[in-house]
Nanobody, 120 residues
């Protein structure tokens, strides 16, 4: 079993910043993709950012230049630094990782989600 624990959400004013963290623990052989999704009521979950073990990056077009994803492999942790936040960034942000628990087996794992609210 692998567990993801998230932290860092909260309430900020437009233009403010937050840093989300997600740490994985359990039976981990390696972690390939580390990413962040977000979802608001009435909308499908969307991929915000992703970083692979090799360092390849993806950003949702609307967050480019404002968000930065990074990973700390010894800590099995992924971060999302969010700057210049906008009200439309308000959502539940959920960590997702593709974890290999053995050399031949992998599985998607999800965190519990953390609320980010951008409002005056």
């Amino acid at each position: 079993q692998v567990q993801l624990v998230e932290s860092g959400g909260g309430l900020v004013q437009p233009g403010g910043s937050l840093r989300l963290s997600c740490a994985a623990s359990g039976s981990i052989f390696s972690i390939n993709h580390m990413g962040w999704y977000r979802q608001t009521p009435g909308k499908e979950r969307e991929l915000v950012s992703r970083i692979t073990r090799g360092g390849s990056l993806y950003y949702l077009e609307s967050v480019k230049g404002r968000f930065t994803v990074s990973r700390d492999n010894p800590k099995n942790t992924v971060y999302l630094q969010m700057n210049s936040l906008k009200p439309e960034d308000t959502a539940i942000y959920t960590c997702q990782m593709v974890v290999m628990t053995s050399p031949l087996t992998s599985r998607d794992y999800w965190g519990q989600g953390t609320q980010v609210t951008v409002s005056s």
